[in-house]
């Protein structure tokens, strides 16, 4: 099938799932779609048993969608930038203490915990694994999603300066798991003794301060070249290039494409909307990158739906699986404790702080993504199946039942 068949597939079911679960289940639109595209998957797998050529040719669909590229080379550069372009600058900066802890600290505690406690439980389950696999894992299920973040948390109602820690937070933890799990794959890949702590280190910051900078020029010259102008068609094109040329050059140059979005994003949606750009031509262009957004979110939690046809699942490893959710639930909330108490007293903190933040770190597709981007040999169908099992816990239970835990909690 070819891709403009494939892509008209994936519209058409985006729609119809979106426009089912608005006329009648009313749940935020990400959960809705990922749970109609979870059911039509099981439904598939039944019909299997009678029609199994029906079942074999959807499943061949699936598996022709290379979701590791589609997300990772694709989707996140749009989505993170758009993302953080609704975020506001001035009542983040209120918060960035507590967002910068969180999205370093916090997620080398949760790294560490997760890895230490999935090699136990894998040697519990008798299924053995070095501990530098272990570590990978910590790597790309620690950062909390900011497209599910910020897709269910906005909508869900909780109070706006915790949602806006969960979210910052979101935005840049991503991109330094990222750069931890590159980091720890070349470990796996060379072996320890192959790697220095100057290899190792230079990469890291490589990649993520370089992502900072990269991203902070990228605004800046968007910044001044939409100051120059007044047309928002134009300057929706223009926001466009900073997008994708830029996304595509800062992974050509080895630096991270995900911070440099977050930052891009932050300095176009808040310095060039504050004065370079007129009322009108922000509207357009904030519409424009709101509907980009809700199409991406919308495409993105189908796709991870229909997923589950295409993950070889085993029994064993479904039992570490449903281990881990609680497992990475404690780490999560180690690593928000942690960095509470730290800044305690610099920083107030609402009531049940710690509670909300702990269970509104959703995680979401990027972990697919990275567990997918796997070499078979290091264990990957394991990973990508316990991920799949704590992706969909996250998403369907916390991200329906954060907005009731919130007002219960108040």
């Known amino acids: 099938m070819i ?16 426009y089912v679960n608005d006329k009648y289940i009313k749940w935020p639109s990400t959960i809705g779609i990922m749970a109609l595209s979870l059911m039509a998957s099981l439904i598939i797998v039944m019909v299997g048993n009678f029609e199994p050529t029906l079942t074999a040719n959807l499943v061949k669909l699936v598996s022709s969608i290379n979701f590791e590229a589609v997300l990772l080379q694709v989707m996140l550069g749009f989505l993170l930038f758009a993302g953080a372009m609704q975020v506001d600058y001035q009542k983040l900066r209120k918060e960035a203490l507590l967002v910068m802890v969180l999205a370093t600290l916090g997620v080398f505690i949760s790294v560490f915990l997760v890895s230490v406690l999935s090699y136990y439980l894998f040697n519990l389950f008798q299924v053995h694994l070095p501990y530098i696999y272990c570590l990978l894992f910590g790597t790309l299920i620690s950062p909390t999603d900011p497209i599910a973040v910020m897709g269910i948390l906005r909508k869900v109602g909780i109070p706006e300066s915790l949602e806006l820690k969960i979210t910052g937070e979101s935005l840049f933890n991503d991109g330094v798991a990222v750069v931890l799990f590159l980091t720890v794959t070349e470990v796996a890949v060379m072996g320890a003794d192959q790697l220095t702590v100057w290899h190792i280190s230079s990469l890291f910051l490589r990649e993520a301060i370089g992502g900072l900078v990269f991203g902070t020029a990228l605004g800046y010259l968007g910044y001044f070249i939409l100051r120059s102008i007044d047309n928002y068609r134009v300057e929706v094109l223009i926001t466009l290039s900073m997008v994708m040329p830029g996304y595509a050059l800062a992974n050509y140059l080895h630096v991270s494409g995900a911070l440099a979005m977050v930052v891009t994003g932050l300095m176009l949606g808040n310095k060039v909307r504050n004065t370079a750009m007129s009322r009108k031509s922000w509207d357009y262009l904030g519409k424009f990158w709101g509907l980009v957004d809700e199409i991406f979110n919308a495409v993105l939690f189908l796709l991870m739906g229909f997923e589950m046809l295409v993950v070889k699942i085993t029994l064993p490893i ?32 609402e009531k049940n702080a710690i509670t909300i933040l702990t269970w509104g770190g959703l995680r979401g597709a990027l972990s697919v993504a990275l567990a997918l981007s796997i070499p078979t040999a290091m264990h990957k169908n394991e990973f990508v199946l316990i991920t799949y099992i704590i992706v969909v816990f996250s998403i369907m239970i916390q991200g329906l039942t954060i907005g009731k835990l919130s007002y219960r909690l108040r």
């Open 3 to 18: 891709i403009y068949q494939i892509i008209t597939v994936i519209v058409l079911l985006t729609t119809v799932f979106a």
């Open 318 to 349: 479904v039992n570490v699986g449903l281990a881990m959710i609680f497992a990475v639930l404690f780490a999560r909330w180690v690593s928000v404790l942690f960095p509470v108490w730290l800044l305690k007293g610099r920083i107030r903190f």
